[in-house]
């Protein structure tokens, strides 16, 4: 499915678009900056391309932990920060339906030929494909130039992530949580 950020309206995918990849929970700082490269490919050379996200409805490792992490934000805050983070469209998906899909078969059938995909960027840890095969290296293989890989993002000599903050909402350090979060929870 395919959701037009300026009206919340299902839509058909663009005709070409620079993706980012990943399950954004919680918009935090490192996911504004995957946001931030984006823009930045798309108005480098890939003009005519609009803004996206891919991602899931509900995060792939909802699906993969026996025991899965609360969840930081809602889709519905998920979707209203990456419009208010500059995102255009964002492609959403259903885990199961495509987890058994090889690295290739993502990259042709799923970014290519559904999203229309002509760039991507990704964080340093992305996965994806069957069991996690794929990594940040065969995106920047078949997308040559037009993929990114955003390193570790810091704060305060700690890598900011989905996982860290919630170990800090669980201590009740709601403080250095919105240091990561880049706003308060």
């Not at 930045?40 to 003009?47: A, F, G, I």
């Not at 955003?150 to 989905?162: A, D, L, P, R």
Request: charged share 20%; glycine share 8%; aromatic share 8%.
């Amino acid at each position: 499915e395919c959701i037009s950020l300026n009206d919340m309206s299902t839509v058909t995918p663009p005709a070409s678009a620079v993706l980012c990849l990943g399950n954004f929970d919680g918009m935090h700082l490192a996911h504004q900056s995957l946001i931030r490269r984006a823009k930045d490919l798309r108005d480098s050379h890939l003009q005519n391309a609009v803004c996206g996200v891919f991602c899931f409805r509900k995060p792939s490792w909802c699906f993969l932990s026996k025991k899965p992490p609360k969840q930081l934000c809602t889709l519905t805050q998920k979707l209203e920060a990456m419009r208010n983070a500059g995102v255009e469209y964002v492609y959403l998906s259903d885990f199961p339906s495509i987890s058994s899909l090889t690295p290739n078969e993502f990259l042709e059938k799923i970014l290519v030929d559904s999203c229309h995909a002509v760039g991507v960027v990704c964080g340093f840890t992305y996965r994806f494909g069957v069991n996690g095969s794929g990594s940040s290296t065969d995106l920047l293989a078949f997308f040559g130039e037009n993929a990114s890989v955003v390193g570790e993002i810091q704060v305060n000599c700690q890598t900011v992530s989905s996982t860290r903050i919630r170990t800090l909402l669980d201590k009740g350090d709601v403080r250095r949580a919105a240091l990561f979060l880049g706003k308060p929870y």
